[in-house]
């Protein structure tokens, strides 16, 4: 089956510590994002990329970084320097940026900073 | 600029009874709406999509929302609530020039379904 599949589902950090979230997808999907979810808030942009090697912020970059390397993967690392870090991270796939926005989802993973 | 409002945060209705979430728009240009729907610990799922065709749009799972530009609605409807329909929904609106990135979510409401 086609999907998006994010890891670990559930990871635990300590204050000062880099953590990599992964996303994989296999719909052949050119777009991939980065959105963090919390409670009341809905969700918010951190990272997108249109094309491999290409990537853009979106309105929450601060205190993340992303790769595109391949066109199957886009990963998530959550630095020090993000101030509040623990929270719901969804990774999704269009299939090209320019399209109708509709997105599909991975499962998301959850982070939270002891 | 682009946002989107859900009246109401949580919504309780009884099995059976008619679903009615709320989602008003404001955009500059004219918008494409979606309303995804979201299962506890899961990622986010496409229940309906308006693309500027027909202004009733069928969705999965019998709802169904109706494009009002008179009053910048989307409201998201279902005859008869069934359990399986508890979850949180999002109302989400772009641009027209459909790019994904600019997509802006709703903060929700969250749908509870009682016997």
């Known amino acids: 089956d086609g999907g998006i599949t994010q890891s670990p589902k559930y990871l635990f950090r300590k204050e000062g510590q880099n953590v990599t979230l992964s996303c994989e997808q296999n719909?052949?999907?050119?777009?991939m994002y980065w959105y963090r979810q919390d409670p009341g808030q809905g969700l918010r942009l951190i990272y997108y990329?249109?094309?491999?090697?290409?990537?853009q912020k979106g309105d929450i970059a601060e205190g993340y970084s992303v790769s595109r390397e391949k066109k199957e993967s886009f990963p998530l690392t959550v630095t020090s320097a993000q101030k509040n870090p623990t929270a719901f991270y969804l990774c999704?796939?269009?299939?090209?940026?320019?399209?109708?926005?509709?997105?599909?989802f991975g499962e998301g993973s959850r982070l939270t900073v002891l | 600029a682009q946002s989107v409002t859900q009246l109401g945060s949580h919504v309780s209705v009884s099995e059976g009874a008619l679903v009615l979430l709320r989602c008003n728009y404001s955009?500059?240009?004219?918008?494409?709406l979606f309303w995804y729907v979201q299962y506890p610990n899961q990622g986010l799922q496409l229940l309906l999509k308006?693309?500027?065709?027909?202004?009733l749009v069928k969705g999965i799972n019998g709802f169904e929302a109706e494009f009002k530009k008179s009053e910048t609605s989307f409201h998201l409807t279902k005859p008869s609530a069934h359990m399986s329909d508890a979850a949180e929904y999002f109302c989400?609106?772009?641009?027209?020039?459909?790019?994904?990135?600019?997509?802006?979510f709703g903060t929700g409401t969250r749908l509870q379904v009682t016997l």
């Open positions: 999704a796939s269009s299939i090209g940026h320019l399209n109708t926005g509709e997105l599909f």
């Open positions: 719909l052949n999907h050119d777009a």
């Open positions: 990329s249109q094309i491999v090697n290409d990537f």
């Open positions: 955009s500059s240009v004219p918008p494409y």
């Open positions: 308006y693309t500027s065709a027909a202004t």
């Open positions: 989400a609106v772009s641009p027209n020039t459909g790019t994904a990135s600019k997509l802006t």
